[in-house]
Nanobody, 115 residues
Framework: QVQLVESGGGLAQPGDSLRLSCAAS????????AGWYRQAPGKQRELVAT???????NYSDSVKGRFTISRGNAKNTLYLQMNSLKPEDTAVYFC?????????WGQGTQVTVSS
């Protein structure tokens, strides 16, 4: 069983930066793609960033140029650097990876952007 634990969320003002972390109980991120999703109140969960095993990345249009997904050197940590935050970035952020026939999610971390 793979466990994912997110951290780093909090309250930010528009224009601020936050860095989210996702710690995995295995080196899952070295082998399988991983992503950050977010879910705002009353909205569906959406994929915002993906990193593939060879390091290539994809971003949703809403965060492209502002967010950066990366992996730690030990390959069991996933990061999401969020710059130039906007109120519409307010959501619960989840990390995810699909591996070994399963889909693994963290419990989520709240990001609130408000002046």
């Amino acid at each position: 069983q793979v466990q994912l634990v997110e951290s780093g969320g909090g309250l930010a003002q528009p224009g601020d930066s936050l860095r989210l972390s996702c710690a995995a109980s295995t080196t899952i991120f070295s082998t399988y793609p991983a992503g950050w999703y977010r879910q705002a109140p009353g909205k569906q969960r959406e994929l915002v960033a993906t990193i593939f095993s060879r390091g290539s990345t994809n971003y949703s249009d809403s965060v492209k140029g502002r967010f950066t997904i990366s992996r730690g050197n030990a390959k069991n940590t996933l990061y999401l650097q969020m710059n130039s935050l906007k109120p519409e970035d307010t959501a619960v952020y989840f990390c995810n990876s699909n591996a070994w026939g399963g889909s693994y999610w963290g419990q989520g971390t709240q990001v609130t952007v408000s002046s």
